[in-house]
């Protein structure tokens, strides 16, 4: 059993599909063992995405996901960061396969309704970002 961290985006949240994308990845054998819903402020997610500050989407990155709230979780299970990619499905919607969390919720590229850890290391910094470990409670 492994970790990873997910973010249950604004577009999703201001649609009230939480429960729907907790219920998908709970039936795709990932375990929700931490989870909160917050509003990122500025600071926060500018923080978080570092990674993308000189990209030129990403003063559009912060505005959005500081727009309304979101909900950051932790995830466990076999393979956890692989199999949440796939449950997740490809970045821009167009492409996700059927059945995955951004073919059926995703409005565009950008607010595309969650964020999932792209790797075991990655995984790590950022539920640790979000998260103290006495608040995982797997």
Known sequence: MNKTFSIIKPDATKRNLTGAINNIIEENNL???AQ???K???SQAKGFYVIHKE???FGDLIDYMTSEPVVV???EGDNAVKNYRE????????NADDGTIRKKFALNIQENSVHGSDS???A???IKYFFRDEEIVG
């Open 31 to 33: 375990r929700i063992i």
């Open 120 to 122: 075991d290391e990655n």
């Open 124 to 126: 790590k910094i950022e």
């Open 55 to 57: 990209k030129p989407f």
């Open 87 to 94: 449950v997740m499905g490809a970045t821009n919607p167009e």
């Open 73 to 75: 979780q932790v995830l």
């Open 36 to 38: 909160k819903r917050i």
């Open 40 to 42: 990122l402020t500025k």
